[in-house]
């Protein structure tokens, strides 16, 4: 069974400062990973989704890497700022292996960025 | 904009009560989910559907049942609510299969 793990649970840093989030995953069978964005008592806002063929992409501030083979991806938050503090969650997609399609979800990093 | 909208943002409901969570997209999507979110547990599948009237069970189905009679939208019912099903429940769809996926907003649902 797929496990998702990111670390740290929770990090807070100074405005303006470069982060890194991680993101590790115990089955390398997956299609794509995908970052999300939760405000408090919100929905998940999509920042990037990575297909398993790729290594990295790319939007703004933010840029995710994907390493399949050793199970692992990270999100590069680059010149932080204060409207950043969210939960990030790592997902990876469920494999063809039987099962349900869906993702399976890490839970989640908690970021404050300090003004 | 892909939007996914989830007819509640809250519910308060009692126990016994049979409970409708309704979900629509508007980008003709293929694929519509329901989760459930929970502290310190994450967020875990429930039901999934990949075409009208097709459904299949997540890691969680006990307690709930799924329909969907048109593309863009997919009910989530609680047949006879309780209150270990008090969370937040958040809808998704996607184009296919492994595409991005895209969330609504979340309804809390309480049962008393």
């Known amino acids: 069974k797929q496990e998702v793990t990111q670390i740290p649970a929770a990090l807070s840093v100074p405005e303006g400062e470069n982060l890194v989030l991680n993101c590790s995953f115990t089955d390398s069978a997956i299609y794509n990973l995908q970052w999300f964005r939760q405000d408090p008592g919100k929905g998940l806002t999509s920042l990037l989704l990575i297909q398993s063929s790729q290594r990295e992409q790319t939007s703004g501030r933010l840029n995710a890497s994907l390493d399949k083979s050793s199970g692992r991806s990270t999100l590069y938050i680059a010149a932080s700022q204060p409207g950043d503090s969210a939960t990030y969650l790592c997902a990876v997609s469920r494999s063809s292996g039987g099962g349900a399609d869906g993702l399976t979800f890490g839970k989640g990093t908690h970021l404050i960025i300090q003004p | 904009d892909v939007k996914v909208t989830q007819s509640s943002r809250y519910l308060v409901k009692r126990t016994g009560e049979k409970v409708f969570l309704e979900c629509v997209q508007d980008?003709?999507?293929?694929?519509m989910f329901w989760y459930r979110q929970d502290p310190g547990l994450g967020l875990r599948l429930i039901y999934f559907?990949?075409?009208?009237?097709?459904?299949e069970k997540g890691d969680i189905p006990e307690g709930y049942s799924v329909s969907r009679e048109k593309k863009e939208r997919f009910s989530l019912i609680l047949e006879s609510a309780s209150t270990n099903q008090t969370s937040m429940y958040l809808c998704?769809?996607?184009?296919?299969?492994?595409?991005?996926?895209?969330f609504g907003q979340g309804t809390r649902l309480t049962v008393v």
């Open positions: 998704a769809s996607s184009l296919g299969r492994n595409t991005e996926a895209f």
């Open positions: 980008m003709d999507h293929e694929n």
């Open positions: 559907s990949y075409d009208v009237k097709m459904k």
